[in-house]
């Protein structure tokens, strides 16, 4: 197809501002799907997304649409809004060359709707404004339009208004995607260039790679080459998302579609690799993503009815289709062998964690999530280092640095004294103050990751009464006075429990915790001392008390010593069972570390 007839475009916006929404409305009017195929979110295909009402996965879809005469091609990628699928977004604009930006005309701009924006600009994309669910009785879409211009620079009267769940304005939408969006570039006679920007596991059909062509074409039985894995197939079906996959024999310059080419190895294909053509490669390969930057980490160990290998196969297939995951092989004295795994945020680990519980039937036991930190040593080598268990000697540190991260927090106006009362007890520094309008305000914060990455969402939504919304983009690793707890429980230190912290918090924090992990670590046969250990000092101990038999129950009359016999039996039995016994540590007090409530 002629290129001038083609529009690849991505839909991009805060969470739950409607993207996948005006996606179904889209595919309705173009004729992509027929009214008994239509349903809300069609084009989130995870039974996961479909239950949290979140897109999780970038889609892509190609929809035919005739405007004045013509019949365009318009590929669109629905992107997901939350932050943590923020490289799931840049990826996706990586393939296009507009982007439509999405604001609930209730809502108004959100800090998600800032990054997104950004991220657009930044990858030069054209960005184009949709104020949506203007047809709602608390649409603001003056004051949106105003807060668009003045934070965002898109102006306020080329914006559209529409409503996306009963198709008002989004036959004008396209009209303008037609009309205003640019072309991809003409490069058909060029040397074959696609580049892969996601992929995905079919059991039987291998590995089916996401592509978008920006030089020369792609054909069926072609032979091909992967430029960053130097590996040759040939391809033995391609075709496009309509939204089915749908075979088309070829691909030209500027279209998106699927290239399936009998892959087995699911480490020959890396997102943001370049295919062309083997015959006739290409003199470079294109531009490759940046790595994502895992800020949480966890480990994950087998739980009842999984073993090592299953759980190994299960993680090589979700990192093939989430290429913002990572992980290592892991040893514990305490749980055996298992896996460090690195993540974008908590989310995104509570999503893989439930992805390899439902799509591979297998039982995860998981440890309380940390963020990494760099530590400089004595001779000037600096390392990072992704769990406690990983730090030196404290006699080999010079210093250690933890992850500082610009913050962003969208609220309004009332409610800033009870964010910047939070912000300070997690050690945020106010940066600047911004008013988008008399009634809301935009605070950027300098923070440290480990004081907002586990419970500081939930409790900035408690005090904002939901309104506030967060966004954060790490800046750098800075030194800072940390020191390393440890819990040591029935006399072994448990690695999986260790937590690093400011030495300011350590005490308070470490006499709080074991008392939560006393609740949480159910009583034994035999009593278990539970302590707190900074460096070789303990700072608390706690006591969970065994369970206690009568064993003088049957014993009456006579004289008292009968009874002591008994008793010192007893005694002599539950110290012998200690010495032996093995304490079973419960997921929920891995958990309640990270609980940072009284």
Do not use: W
């Not at 091609?73 to 060359?97: K, Q, W």
């Not at 079973?584 to 007090?589: C, E, L």
């Amino acid at each position: 197809m002629d290129t001038q007839y083609i529009r690849n475009f991505s839909i991009v916006a805060h969470i739950d501002h409607g993207k996948s929404t005006l996606a179904d409305r889209m595919l309705e009017i173009t004729g992509t799907v027929s009214a008994r195929d239509a349903k809300e979110q069609l084009l989130d295909s995870m039974d996961l997304e479909r239950e949290r009402g979140i897109t999780i996965k970038a889609s892509a879809v190609t929809m035919n649409y005739v405007y004045e005469g013509h019949t365009y091609m318009l590929n669109l990628i629905d992107t997901p809004g939350h932050v943590d699928f923020h490289y799931e977004v840049s990826r996706a604009l990586a393939a296009c060359e507009g982007a439509l930006l999405v604001v609930d005309a209730t809502q108004g701009v959100e800090a998600q709707t800032v990054a997104n924006a950004y991220l657009a600009i930044e990858s030069g994309a054209e960005l184009m404004g949709v104020i949506n669910k203007a047809d709602l009785p608390a649409a603001q879409p003056d004051v949106v339009g105003e807060e668009i211009e003045h934070i965002l620079g898109v102006r306020k009267n080329e914006c559209f208004l529409i409503s996306a769940k009963t198709g008002m304005g989004v036959r004008e939408v396209l009209d303008s995607i037609c009309e205003l969006m640019p072309a991809p570039k003409d490069r058909s006679r060029e040397k074959t260039q696609a580049l892969i920007f996601d992929s995905h596991c079919d059991e039987y059909r291998g590995v089916i790679c996401y592509v978008r062509i920006f030089a020369g074409k792609l054909q069926l039985k072609q032979k091909i080459r992967f430029m960053g894995a130097k590996r040759t197939y040939i391809i033995t079906e391609i075709g496009k998302f309509c939204p089915k996959m749908k075979p088309t024999g070829e691909l030209g310059t500027g279209e998106v579609g699927y290239v399936i080419a009998n892959i087995k190895q699911l480490a020959d294909v890396t997102v943001g690799d370049t295919i062309t053509d083997d015959a006739q490669p290409a003199d470079k390969a294109m531009e490759r993503y940046a790595p994502p930057m895992q800020m949480v980490f966890s480990d994950f160990y087998p739980g009842n009815n999984t073993d090592y290998p299953k759980l190994r196969a299960a993680f090589d297939k979700l990192a093939l289709n989430d290429a913002s995951f990572s992980f290592v092989p892991q040893n514990s004295p305490a749980l055996g062998f298992g896996f460090r795994c690195g993540f974008l945020g908590l989310l995104h680990m509570e999503i893989i964690q439930e992805r390899l519980e439902r799509e591979n039937d297998i039982d995860v036991i998981q440890t309380a999530p940390s963020v990494s930190y760099e530590v400089m040593a004595r001779d000037g080598k600096i390392t990072r280092i992704e769990s406690p268990t990983q730090l030196p000697d404290p006699g080999h540190i010079e210093e250690l640095r933890e992850p500082i991260v610009r913050l962003e927090i969208i609220t309004t106006t009332d409610t800033i004294g009870g964010i910047m009362k939070l912000a300070e007890d997690r050690r945020c520094k106010l940066m600047k103050t911004d008013y988008l309008s008399p009634t809301r305000v935009m605070m950027e914060y300098r923070a440290p990751l480990a004081e907002i990455v586990y419970d500081f969402y939930d409790l900035l939504k408690g005090i904002s009464h939901g309104y506030a919304t967060m966004d954060y983009e790490f800046k750098c690793f800075e030194k800072s006075n940390l020191v390393k707890i440890d819990f040591l429980i029935n006399g072994t230190p448990v690695d999986a429990l260790s937590l690093i912290v400011h030495r300011d918090n350590a005490e308070p924090r470490g006499r709080k915790l074991i008392i939560k992990l006393r609740r949480a670590i159910p009583r034994h046969q035999f009593e278990i001392p539970l302590q707190v250990a900074i460096g070789g000092k303990i700072i608390a101990r706690e006591t969970i008390k065994a369970f206690r038999k009568d064993v003088t129950a049957k014993l009456y009359g006579g004289d008292v010593t009968r009874k002591m016999k008994v008793l010192k039996k007893q005694k002599e039995g539950k110290k012998r069972m200690k010495s032996v016994g093995n304490v079973q540590i419960p997921q929920k007090a891995f958990m309640s570390i990270l609980d940072t409530s009284d």
